[in-house]
C-alpha cells in the first residue's frame, strides 16, 4: 500500500468538488457531485473504499508541482528505465474565465500520461466504490468505455490503453515511451438525470483546465510582501469554493483526525460563516475581492431570517441547515483513526463570535457593498442587534467546544467588533436609534473585557471569564482593533502564549492541544508585525510558510514534535492566516518607511486620495 500520510497529497478542485491525488499516482478521494457528497473513491478512509491509480510497475521515486497558476498537477516518475510524467486535473467548462470557472464544471476526472526517457512498464487500477466504500458497482464495457452504475451514481471512463474487467474493478498494463501520450478520462453524472457523462480528450481537457485557472489568477494582482505564497493560498481558497453559491468550504475532506488514534475527527466539507467572513478578508488582502455582495447575498438567503434564536454558524453548500452528524461505521478510519464522521454537530451551536467576523468583513469590503442591497442591510442589522441583546451569553466559542458553554474572551472581543462596526455604518443600516444602541452596548463589552478577560496569575488574557487557562484565540485582540498589539498587557499576553503554547514558531491553541493550530501561528505573527517588530514576524512568517507540504498547502495542524501535518486537508483557514499575516507584515512595513523628504515650497506634493481597496 502507498502511504496515506494527508501531506503526500496533492489537491484538484472543478469549482463543485475536489480530488486528492498522492505521490504514487492514487486518486484516494473525490466525490463529485459537490464537496459534501459521498465518495466514489475513498481510500484516504479506507484501503477497501475505492481508488484509481496510475503509476510505474516496479520502484520509482516522485516529483510534483502545480503547473503556474493553476490546480493541475504534474507528477514525475523516475525509475530505472526512464521517466514518465502523470498530469491530472479536474475539468473546467470549456470556455470558462475568470469570475465564471467552476460554475458549469463537467463533473470529468482528466488523467495524462506522457514518456520523457527511455521506456517504462505503467499499471492501472480503477475500482470505484460509491456511498463511502458501502457499494461496489458492476462494471461493464461497450465500445471503448467501461461503466459503473450503482445508486444515483453513474461513471463512464475512456482510456486509450486495454483494461481488464473483473468484477469491481479494471486493471491493465502499458509502457510509456519517450514521446509517447496516453490518455484517461473520467465523468460523472447522476444515474436519473437523462445526460451521459461527459468524456471529452484528456489532453484537450488539461489544457482547457490550465488556461482556465491562469485566467483567474491573472485577475488577483497582489503587491505585497509574500507575493508568490499569497497568490498560491488564494487559489487554494479558489479552489475550495463552490461555484454556483460562492461559498467556501473549510476544507475538502473529513474525519482526518487532530491527533493519530483520537476522536476529533470531524466533517470539515460545510461552509462556516467564521471562515466565510475571514476568507473575504483574506481575498482582499490578495486582491480578489470582486463577488463580495454576491456572497454576502448568500449567506444572507442562507440565512433567512433570524430573531433572537442562535445566528446559525454553518452551512451546507447551498445553504442547507441540517447537517446532523453520523458515523460511517464499516471504514477503518484515516490510520485506524475513528469515528468516521459525515455532517457536523457544531450547527446546533451558539457561537457569538461569528456576530463580529461577518460585520468585520462587510466594513472591510464595505465599498464594494455600496449600493448595499436589502437583504445584506438586514442581515447586518440582524446581526448587531443579536451581538447588542446576547454579547452576555456564554457560548461554545470559535474552536467549537462540545462540553459546557462558557463566557470565551473571543467570543466578547467579536460581539465588540460586530458593535464597533455596527456604529461605523451608522444610517447605511440602522437608525439613530439604533447607532445608540449599539454604541452603548459597545461600551459595555469593553469594559467587561478589560475587567474579567485580564488573568492576574497568568499575567495574560486568558480563554474564559474566570480562567486560568490561556487559549490562542484571543490574538484576534489586536487583529479586530480592540487593543493595539503594543499595549502592555496585550504584549504580555503575546509573550505569555509564544513561551508556553509555542515551538518552533508552532503555535497551539491551548496547553493540551495535540498540535501546533496553523491559523493561530500566523495570527501571531500579524501581531507582532502590528506591535513593530516587522524582524521577528518575517522569521516566524517564513517559518511557517516553509512548513507546507511540497505543493504549498497547508492541513488544520502541524505536529510540534515530528513536523507532520494533521487535520482536514486542504484547510482554508490555514490558508487564510498565511494571506492575512502578509498582509499585515506589509502595512507594517509601509508604516515603518521614513516619511517622504518634505517637497520644496514652489513643487508641493499633492495631498494623496483617500485610500480605498483596489478593484482587480
Excluded at 468538488?17 to 473525490?30: F, K, M, N, P, Q
Excluded at 503587491?223 to 460562492?246: F, I, N, W
Excluded at 451546507?316 to 464499516?330: A, I, P, S, Y
Excluded at 463570535?353 to 461577518?358: I, S
Aim: contains cysteine; charged residues 25%; glycine residues 8%.
Amino acid at each position: 500500500m502507498p502511504t496515506r500520510r494527508i501531506s503526500d497529497h496533492g489537491f484538484l478542485a472543478d469549482g463543485r468538488s475536489a480530488a486528492l491525488v498522492d505521490r504514487e499516482g492514487a486518486v484516494t478521494w473525490w466525490c463529485p457531485p459537490r464537496f459534501d457528497a459521498p465518495s466514489v473513491f475513498g481510500r484516504l478512509l479506507d484501503s477497501d473504499a475505492g481508488h484509481w491509480s496510475i503509476r510505474p510497475e516496479g520502484a520509482a521515486t516522485s516529483t510534483r508541482s502545480y503547473l503556474d497558476d493553476a490546480l493541475v498537477l504534474r507528477t514525475v516518475f523516475r525509475t530505472a528505465t526512464g521517466t514518465v510524467a502523470v498530469t491530472d486535473a479536474l475539468a473546467l467548462e470549456p470556455g470558462a474565465r475568470g469570475h465564471e470557472i467552476g460554475m458549469r464544471s463537467p463533473r470529468v476526472l482528466a488523467r495524462l500520461v506522457e514518456g520523457l526517457t527511455g521506456e517504462v512498464p505503467m499499471r492501472v487500477e480503477y475500482a470505484p466504490r460509491f456511498e463511502y466504500g458501502r457499494v461496489g458497482a458492476y462494471l461493464t464495457e461497450r465500445d471503448g468505455v467501461i461503466a459503473a452504475t450503482a445508486g444515483a451514481c453513474r461513471l463512464e471512463l475512456r482510456a486509450d490503453v486495454p483494461l481488464t474487467v473483473a468484477g469491481g474493478a479494471a486493471t491493465g498494463e502499458f509502457t510509456a515511451r519517450a514521446g509517447s501520450t496516453h490518455r484517461f478520462t473520467l465523468g460523472y453524472a447522476p444515474t436519473y438525470a437523462g445526460a451521459a457523462p461527459a468524456l471529452p480528450d484528456a489532453a484537450e481537457a488539461v489544457a482547457e483546465t490550465v488556461a482556465a485557472w491562469r485566467s483567474w489568477s491573472a485577475l488577483h494582482d497582489y503587491q505585497g510582501e509574500y507575493r508568490d505564497e499569497v497568490r498560491r493560498s488564494a487559489l487554494a481558497v479558489q479552489g475550495m469554493t463552490y461555484a454556483p453559491s460562492g461559498a467556501v468550504v473549510a476544507a475538502a475532506t473529513t474525519s482526518v483526525p487532530e491527533r493519530l488514534g483520537g476522536d476529533r475527527n470531524y466533517d470539515y466539507r460545510y461552509v462556516w460563516l467564521r471562515d466565510f467572513s475571514l476568507t473575504l478578508q483574506a481575498l482582499w488582502r490578495a486582491a480578489c475581492p470582486d463577488e463580495a455582495d454576491r456572497q454576502f447575498t448568500w449567506v444572507a438567503r442562507a440565512m433567512g431570517r433570524i430573531g433572537d434564536e442562535p445566528v446559525p454558524v454553518m452551512y451546507g453548500v447551498e445553504g442547507e441547515r441540517d447537517l446532523t452528524e453520523h458515523d460511517l461505521d464499516h471504514l477503518a478510519g484515516y490510520e485506524h483513526s475513528r469515528p468516521v464522521l459525515v455532517g457536523n454537530d457544531a450547527w446546533r451551536q451558539r457561537q457569538n463570535d461569528v456576530l463580529g467576523e461577518v460585520l468585520d468583513a462587510a466594513w472591510v469590503m464595505r465599498y464594494y457593498l455600496d449600493p448595499m442591497s436589502p437583504e445584506v442591510r438586514d442581515l447586518l442589522r440582524t446581526l448587531a442587534d443579536q451581538a447588542e441583546r446576547g454579547w452576555h451569553r456564554p457560548d461554545a466559542g470559535m474552536w467549537e467546544g462540545r462540553g459546557p458553554e462558557r463566557h470565551y474572551v473571543s467570543s466578547k472581543v467579536e460581539c465588540w467588533t460586530a458593535l464597533d462596526r455596527a456604529v461605523r455604518f451608522g444610517s447605511r443600516i440602522g437608525e439613530p436609534a439604533d447607532v445608540a444602541r449599539w454604541a452603548a452596548a459597545r461600551d459595555e463589552v469593553r469594559e467587561a473585557v478589560l475587567t474579567h478577560g485580564w488573568n492576574e496569575r497568568a499575567g495574560a488574557y486568558t480563554g474564559a471569564f474566570g480562567s486560568d487557562a490561556l487559549d490562542a484565540s484571543v490574538l484576534v485582540m489586536p487583529l479586530v482593533g480592540f487593543l493595539p498589539a503594543s499595549d502592555p498587557r496585550m504584549r504580555a499576553t503575546m509573550d505569555v502564549l509564544e513561551r508556553r503554547l509555542s515551538r518552533d514558531g508552532l503555535l497551539r491553541r491551548w496547553d493540551g492541544d495535540p498540535a501546533g493550530f496553523v491559523i493561530c501561528s500566523f495570527w501571531l505573527a500579524a501581531c507582532l508585525a502590528e506591535a513593530g517588530e516587522l524582524d521577528r514576524a518575517r522569521r516566524l512568517f517564513e517559518r511557517l510558510a516553509a512548513r507546507t507540504n511540497d505543493l504549498g498547502l497547508y492541513a488544520e495542524q502541524i505536529d510540534q514534535d515530528t513536523g507532520e501535518q494533521m487535520g482536514n486537508f486542504p484547510q482554508a483557514y490555514s490558508h487564510i492566516g498565511l494571506i492575512i499575516a502578509a498582509g499585515r507584515i506589509t502595512d507594517a512595513a509601509a508604516r515603518a518607511k521614513p516619511a517622504p523628504t518634505e517637497a520644496p515650497a514652489e513643487a508641493p506634493t499633492p495631498a494623496p486620495a483617500p485610500a480605498s481597496p483596489r478593484r482587480s
